[in-house]
């Protein structure tokens, strides 16, 4: 289901999914990610901010009208992230307050990262309900 709805939100922006050994590593590819601006990097946390799909589909289009080059959105490790990784997120996402598996949070979020991109694009795929 990963692979589909990345696949499918190639269709509207360059998506991959990369998996790592460990936040550090995670970390240190977020850095070698700046382009002309830092990577903006969304940490999941279900202790984070909680948006709607419009609110979080408003919030990616306002990062590429303002010239962000690469958006990094990444489910944290077993224990949860550790205050360097905090420290270092522009935005902590919550999916709700209910603690998921960490696959099934990647499926719940790359499938809303598919749908923001639908709800910017005016597509019918997201009837609002
Ligand atoms: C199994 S959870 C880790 C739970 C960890 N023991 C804790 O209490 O923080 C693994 C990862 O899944 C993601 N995750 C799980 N539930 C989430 C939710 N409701 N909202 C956002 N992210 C969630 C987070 O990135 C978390 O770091």
Redesign the pocket.
């Known amino acids: 289901m990963i692979e589909e709805y990345v696949k499918r939100t190639t269709r509207h922006s360059p998506c991959e999914s990369e998996l790592f050994d460990s936040e550090a590593a995670l970390l240190d590819w977020v850095d070698r990610q700046a382009g002309r601006t830092p990577a903006y990097a969304i940490?999941?946390?279900?202790r984070?901010k909680e948006y709607s799909s419009e609110e979080f589909a408003g919030q990616i289009g306002r990062l590429r009208d303002e010239g962000t080059q690469r958006l990094v959105l990444a489910?944290?490790?077993?224990?949860?992230?550790s205050p360097e990784a905090r420290q270092r997120a522009d935005l902590l996402?919550?999916?709700?307050?209910?603690?998921?598996?960490?696959q099934l949070?990647r499926v719940v979020l790359a499938e809303q990262v598919y749908r923001a991109f639908t709800i910017l694009a005016g597509h019918p795929y997201h009837s609002g309900h």
């Open positions: 940490l999941l946390d279900s984070g489910i944290g490790p077993a224990d949860g992230w996402l919550s999916l709700g307050r209910m603690t998921l598996p960490h949070a």
